[in-house]
């Protein structure tokens, strides 16, 4: 019986765009510990008794993460599950770090500056300076950019078949980002390779998301955006910049933002839009402006 519920609780999350591969082969480790115990309902003690056989501590905490919300999901069809208390084994996951958000100019001298990176083929350089670019423009994933193919350029925009859950979409471009693109590929179809990879170095394959990493984090210290042992901004910042930009162009108006967040959401690929309400934290000025119309409506309601 236990079995029959992970294969409804997977085919929900899978229905939800997630993988779920990793947590469908912990539950079905679950699912026969439970029937190893002849169990037909989770209990407290057997779900902590499983948790137990991990071999480290955060293991424990996923394990128990992840039994504890299956137990949820069933104790709200049948109260004979049982769900001990959230955080019984402490919180494994560590809060966002705050992101940099990123000045125009900077930017703009980033991404002059990766035409600067050595390498064996001129194609490297050339190369990472439209891969920042498009991250810069566009706010995609390095991960969805690096999995870009050739013919991913359409000409209503660009297709991301690669997003996070494997979920796909196609990604409007501005004119001058479309324009960037064209040229880079004149130089890229030149190379006598086999890989249809969209961005190359010279051996004819991606970079991979480290390497584009560190070129980054070289970049940003050579231009004095981030000390040599501290803190500062990131790869990731790209596709943070944008999205609180993004935000910003709608002004003070609160409705406008709201309605822009929904939009925002599906651009950037996220699963649920509460992950783009995150962005708001680096706006405060707009944040201050929905709590306080929020607020307002409130106080008007309770008058």
Not at 274 to 301: C, D, H, K, M, Q
Request: proline fraction near 5%; glycine fraction near 8%; hydrophobic fraction near 45%.
């Amino acid at each position: 019986m236990i079995h029959r519920h992970v294969d409804r609780y997977v085919q929900l999350h899978r229905a939800l765009g997630k993988k779920f591969d990793a947590q469908e082969k912990a539950l079905r480790q679950f699912a026969t510990f439970l029937a190893g115990r002849a169990a037909a309902f989770i209990t407290a003690e057997l779900m902590l008794e499983w948790v137990g056989e991990a071999s480290t501590s955060n293991a424990a905490r996923i394990r128990f993460d992840l039994a504890r919300a299956f137990a949820e999901f069933l104790r709200g069809e049948d109260p004979r599950h049982e769900a001990p208390t959230a955080g019984l084994l402490g919180r494994g996951r560590q809060r966002r770090p705050a992101p940099h958000i990123l000045m125009p100019d900077q930017i703009a001298r980033i991404v002059a500056e990766a035409q600067n990176v050595p390498g064996q083929a001129p194609i490297s350089p050339l190369t990472y300076h439209h891969l920042f670019g498009l991250l810069a423009s566009t706010g995609l994933r390095i991960s969805e950019a690096l999995s870009l193919r050739l013919d991913d350029l359409a000409d209503n925009g660009l297709m991301v078949r690669c997003g996070k859950f494997g979920k796909s979409r196609l990604v409007p471009l501005h004119a001058s980002t479309r324009a960037a693109l064209e040229r880079y590929l004149e130089v890229r179809r030149k190379l006598h390779d086999a890989s249809d990879d969209f961005f190359v170095l010279g051996h004819g394959r991606a970079p991979t998301a480290t390497r584009a990493h560190v070129i980054f984090v070289r970049i940003v210290r050579r231009l004095g955006y981030r000390n040599p042992t501290g803190p500062g901004p990131r790869l990731h910042d790209l596709r943070h910049t944008f999205a609180v930009r993004s935000l910003e162009a709608c002004g003070n108006d609160q409705q406008a933002v709201l309605r822009h967040m929904r939009t925002l959401s599906t651009y950037l690929g996220h699963v649920d839009v509460a992950n783009t309400y995150w962005y708001l934290e680096a706006t405060p000025v707009l944040l201050r402006t929905i709590a306080s119309a929020a607020e307002s409506a409130f106080v008007g309601g309770a008058a």
